[in-house]
């Protein structure tokens, strides 16, 4: 899981399917977006210098970054950066 600006990720993503979140409190649930083209692997997230803040793991795993002005983006991505990522949010 990252923390970066809005366009850093929106760099790293370019072509590369992906779903974004757009309404965490929908009324008929979280909706999500699919962005992109076909789902496939992006560079691995470790090779990006642009993130404000990185965590990872199994099991729970927290990310705590006080934010300035801006806009962010929050990514879960599996670390090697292939498609496919569970989470529980």
């Given at each position: 899981?990252?923390?970066?600006?809005?366009?850093?990720?929106?760099r790293w993503l370019a072509g590369a399917g992906h779903d974004e979140l757009i309404d965490?409190?929908?009324?008929?649930?979280?909706?999500?977006?699919?962005?992109?083209?076909?789902?496939?692997?992006?560079?691995?997230?470790?090779?990006?210098?642009?993130?404000?803040?990185?965590?990872?793991?199994?099991?729970?795993?927290?990310?705590?970054?006080?934010?300035?002005?801006?806009?962010?983006?929050?990514?879960?991505?599996?670390?090697?950066?292939?498609?496919?990522?569970?989470?529980?949010?």
């Amino acid at each position: 899981m990252v923390i970066a600006a809005e366009d850093d990720v929106d760099r790293w993503l370019a072509g590369a399917g992906h779903d974004e979140l757009i309404d965490p409190y929908g009324e008929s649930g979280v909706l999500l977006r699919r962005v992109g083209g076909p789902a496939g692997a992006v560079s691995a997230p470790a090779e990006q210098a642009s993130w404000l803040a990185s965590a990872s793991g199994t099991g729970t795993v927290v990310l705590d970054r006080a934010l300035t002005d801006g806009r962010f983006a929050v990514v879960l991505a599996n670390v090697e950066g292939s498609p496919d990522v569970a989470a529980e949010v």
